[in-house]
């Protein structure tokens, strides 16, 4: 579904991706770790598209298609739907209001009909149930003045409405409780098809006990450096990145 | 560079809509500005001697006054002997009614959507169309004088209302008050008259559209709107222009007049000719607006979404005479390209508990300029008076000016006041944000730009509303991505 291969990319100039790899296969679940700073958001924001990246070398294509050749809006109308590690608020826009715009988009794209208000409403119910999400919610603003958990859970509740392919998790996990990390996982794993993959950036274990991952990535200076299955995640969290960098550092320097 | 400027750079790719213009035969003044023309205009519209003197008296008062320069706006000096002070599609006689207007008259306003046509209309909504000079038709005259309320052109009120003209016209707008007013006294040609008598509230949406079509030719139109005790109206004001390469001159007077108990609601959505996206063109919109609350517990709320013009100066303001009376001023005003808008209120409170609220959004793009200036007085006798101003700034790009001119000017320690402003930007984040749920960059723009005008828009009625978010998207379209 998702294939990258050689991506480099630099910010204003500062090359912060040095050539990742990476295989996505449809009905996969990959998690990618590593230290701050170590370019996991950069990935997830190369990858929807966002421009202030520029892409030096590399290529990606998902779904057959050459991904970094598509504006943003077409990557995710393809399917590709990020969750944000800080999502933006936007005064007097409801979620309702922002959600049926997208959704709506969205189809058009894919050659469907606009869902009018009753059939948008009853899909939002539906999907309210999968995350738990309260109504009031989404009536007001969109983000604006939400908890930090609460961001993260409507992050999740629109990647619910929206039905991507591939869905990317920068870091959904921080910021919620533990009864909401709990609820937000069940309704990822719900979401969860053989058509579908997603991409889980985190840097707690914990989470990974909820989505199982089929391959854990090591992220480090712009790098892949290590992969593994789900028992690498515990490794890590039992001895943390030092080995892992002396490694990679070492080797650097010879 | 970056997207938002981008998303400025074409951000002027969007035509005008409204471009267009009509050859008709017009009934015109000579060019130029004097007392004979004045005469000639009066001699016209058959008017009343007293009307005439007051017209002169109007002329004499301008000839002493100079333009003001206070505004934060540039444009050459208009030449006012250049324009042409009066222009009316010619008529074979008066029409009696509505089926005798010109059909090709009717079109103009049919291809606004406007629909004169009293059986068509479904919205229940009373228009009076104003051409160039002159009403060309009013409807659903006959359902609302059932209840005694009177709307039709400044001209008919004129000659089937003269008592009321008399005694209101320059009440609230005094000839003297600044140069533009005393300019339209002068010259005004016709507009809207709105009388609801007491104890009535007006069943339906009244509204006024004008649209100016001939070249070289001033707009003066008057509205006058009187609201007798414990009645109520909202009134609808919308503008449209032909895009021509010389700019024209928009100079109204808007009286309201709200008796004790009355409430007036007057909402605008101005949407004249702004000018091409090098700044050629363009309507010079000089308005004077203002409503007094001459009695207890009375209500003038002024909400308007100002998206066209080239130089807009325009301060509807409410004078709170009446003890308890309530003043609002809801605006979003929009620049674009090299628009440049100096727009806002004036809130006078004389008598004991008034209140009033001023919200005012403005959204600047391209290289525009962009000022709230608004004045909230309070006097000696008006105890517990409370205002609070709301004042916010959104701009797109980096070219553009948001400035912020408030003018507070309290005699009375028993007054409350208090001020918000903010001025954020259209982020990119905000943007991208969108993008990424799969919104386009125009519609991204459009969903931000009507969540932050909200407040406003929520004081229209509601078709009106509906046009003033779609207007808003289609000023800016363009200006991202
Ligand atoms: N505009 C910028 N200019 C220069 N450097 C930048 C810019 N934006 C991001 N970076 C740098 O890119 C690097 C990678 O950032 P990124 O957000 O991808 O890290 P991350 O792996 O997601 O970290 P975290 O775990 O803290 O979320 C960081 O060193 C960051 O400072
Ligand atoms: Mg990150």
Redesign the interface.
Known sequence: MLTIKNLHASIEGTPILRGINLEVKAGEVHAIMGPNGSGKSTLASVL?????YEVTEGEVSFKGKDLLDL???D???EGV??A?QY??E????SST???R???N??RE?RGLEALDAVKFLTMMKEKMKLVEIDQKLLSR?LNEGFSGGEKKRNEIF?MAM?EPTLSILDETDSGLDIDALRIVSNGVNQLKSKDNATIVVTHYQRLLDYIVPDYVHVLYKGKIVKSGTKELALELEEKGYDWIKEAVDSEATV | MS?DNQILEELTSKEYEHGWSVNYEADEAPIGLNEEIINWISAKKEEPQWLLEWRLKAFKTWQNMTEPEWANVTYPKIDLQSLRYYSAPKQDKKPKSLDEVDPELLQIYERLGINLNEQKKLQGIAVDAVLDSVSVGTTFKATLSKLGIIFCSFSEAVKEHPELVKKYLGSVVPMTDNYYAALNSAVFSDGSFCYIPKGVRCPMELSTYFRINAANTGQFERTLIVAEDEAYVSYLEGCTAPQRDENQLHAAVVEIYAAKNAEVKYSTVQNWFPGDKNGKGGIYNFVTKRGICAGDHSKISWTQVETGSAVTWKYPSCILKGDHSIGEFYSVAVTNNYQQADTGTKMIHIGKNTKSRIVSKGISAGKSQNSYRGQVQVMKRADNARNFSQCDSLLMGDRCGAHTFPYIDINNSSAKVEHEATTSKI????L??????????E?AVA??V??????VLNQLPMEFAVEAQKLLALTLEGSVG
């Open positions: 929807a598209g966002r421009e202030e504006a943003p809006e990557r995710a109308r739907f990020l944000f999502p933006v936007i005064p007097g826009v209001n922002f959600l715009t997208a959704v988009q969205v794209y603003s629109q929206l | 997207k982020g990119e984040d905000q991208f944000y969108c993008n990424q749920r799969g919104i386009s960059t519609d969903l931000i009507n969540g932050y005008a909200k407040e």
